[in-house]
């Protein structure tokens, strides 16, 4: 009985971990993420004004300075760290998403380019 009760709060623990993440998405917000925006601006007006303007598969993402339905990507939990540095070399990417990343690293925009950095706390 006393293993039953241990592996039921296991997994009563585990569950709760995974709701901030749930949780922080305003209603009607499709799960995943936007792909990185490196596109230039584009004098276009928006598409969308939410993920429930779009298909099965997409969400209402800022790409090219106006919004339009994009191919979501997964994202893993937490921030990116903010990069209070400015780079003085060109822009070099090391990573294009989050399943580019170790572990539980995000790919995060730095002064430099993308890199995989650890999160912070919070949700995407």
């Known amino acids: 009985m006393r293993i039953q009760c241990f592996l039921l709060l296991v997994a009563l623990l585990a569950l709760g971990h995974q709701l901030p993440a749930v949780a ?3 209603k ?12 230039p601006c584009l004098p276009v007006p928006d598409q969308c004004t939410g993920d429930s303007q779009c298909p099965s598969g ?21 921030n990116c760290p903010k990069d209070q540095m400015h780079c003085l070399s060109p822009v070099h990417h090391l990573c294009n998403r989050d399943s580019d ?7 995060c925009l730095g002064a430099c380019g993308r890199d995989c950095r650890n999160p912070v706390k919070g949700t995407t």
């Not at 009607?28 to 596109?39: R, T």
């Not at 191919?71 to 939990?77: A, G, I, L, Y």
């Open 24 to 26: 922080g998405r305003r």
């Open 28 to 39: 009607g917000e499709k799960a995943g993420g936007c792909p990185p925006d490196d596109k």
């Open 58 to 78: 997409k969400k209402c993402c800022s790409q090219a300075c106006f919004r339009q339905c994009v191919r979501k990507v997964s994202v893993k939990p937490g």
């Open 101 to 107: 990343c170790p572990f539980r690293k995000r790919c």
